[in-house]
């Protein structure tokens, strides 16, 4: 099973978020009985000069908001500088064999504006090859 489309799951969780200086947004959550690792992708769409953007991954046994708690390790964070001079980029997290069933991306933003684009979950499924689930519109792959 050559290729990256046939190996692991892409799915969209969380929709874009406009600027704010206290956001706490939560992607859906993602069930992991099948799957042996997720990377969580969150673009950055708009960036003011002090904000400050995190992802991180929080996992719970239970399918609960309420019950999530953060994954060590997972918290990434970036400043922005310079008005918009982190726009067009992306933080990136993952947890391989998480030690709970549920887990979710967290979007946060501090002191100043961040916009964040729509979080794409990779996950990695214990039995290949994958089939793109329902927030996959539609892909192609080739083979030269």
Avoid at 72 to 82: E, I, M
């Amino acid at each position: 099973m050559h290729g990256l489309s046939k190996n692991v799951e892409i799915r969209v969780v969380g929709s874009p978020v406009v600027a704010g200086s206290a956001i706490d947004n939560n992607s859906s959550r993602i069930d992991m009985t099948d799957y042996e690792s997720v990377m969580f992708i969150a673009p950055i769409a708009d960036s003011v000069a002090t904000g400050v953007a995190t992802l991180s991954i929080q996992q719970s046994d239970a399918d609960s908001d309420g019950a999530m708690a953060e994954v060590a390790g997972t918290s990434v964070s970036k400043t922005c500088t310079v008005n918009d001079d982190i726009n067009d980029t992306a933080l990136m997290s993952e947890v391989y064999h998480p030690t709970k069933r549920y887990v979710q991306a967290t979007r946060v933003s501090a002191v100043a504006n961040i916009a964040y684009g729509a979080v794409i979950a990779v996950l990695v499924p214990r039995q290949k090859p994958v089939t793109q689930g329902a927030t996959v519109s539609g892909s192609a792959a080739v083979a030269n």
